[in-house]
């Protein structure tokens, strides 16, 4: 029975986004998401930490996160956000699958990041020799290698076993700098290439161990081209020292048009 009504959901998106070409069926498109059974995990790049508007709780979500704004916008049946700052993939295990069921339709995470050690390298980085920080870029990379994708298929299978019939869309990262931008301090040319190849590693990684779930991988990587520090327009955070905890998170324009267009090309 849940099949049939994520069939039914698909199939009317499609039919929406035909009707949208001759500027008719808007509401029908709007109201194809009411059967839908949503729930959002993972860590702060779905909680939305750097957009702003949270909800008062530590997990920092934001009314401007892509799930939240996907939600607003489609009124599913149920909608359910659990994704928190500063998960690992042992949180989203332990604490985050609790309103996955049977009934489950549609599924977004993001995770992997902090297992990696995302924060520890950008203030490494940030605070230390260059040296040290490509030694740390390193070690984050060896552990995408040797550990996170085990801990990945944990995530995967897990939800997978709760919410069989879902379907699972997994968002990526993006790249943290333009090269030859306009930024004139702060890190080195070569420390930012670094970092960026770090992210292509998470990314590559992440999405063969979603695709060899049957999940969706969702690369933002394209939607934040031209729009990276230190490219003048950009959609991330770069440190700031009166908010650390925002550094280097997608701000509201990173979640609205870096991120949910991706979502929704995804579905």
Sequence with gaps: MKMSRLVAFSSSLLLGAALALTGAGVANADSSAAVVDYVALGDSYSSGVGAGSYDGSSCKRSSRAYPALWAAANSPSSFDFAACSGARTNDVTGGQLGKLNASTDLVSISIGGNDAGFADVMTTCVLQSEATCLNRIATARAYVDSTLPGRLDSVYSAIRSKAPSAQVVVLGYP??????????????????????????????????????????????????????????????????????????HPTAAGQSGGYLPVFKSAL
Excluded: M, P
């Design 175 to 248: 790249r943290f700098y333009q090269l030859g931008g306009s930024c004139i301090a702060g890190l080195s040319e070569k420390e930012r290439a670094a970092i960026n190849g770090a992210s292509d590693h998470l990314n590559t990684a992440t999405a063969k161990r979603a695709a060899d779930h049957g999940f969706t991988f969702g690369d933002v990587r394209t939607t934040f081209t031209g729009h990276e520090i230190c490219s003048g327009s950009s959609w991330l955070h770069s440190v700031n020292w009166l908010n650390i905890g925002e550094s280097y």
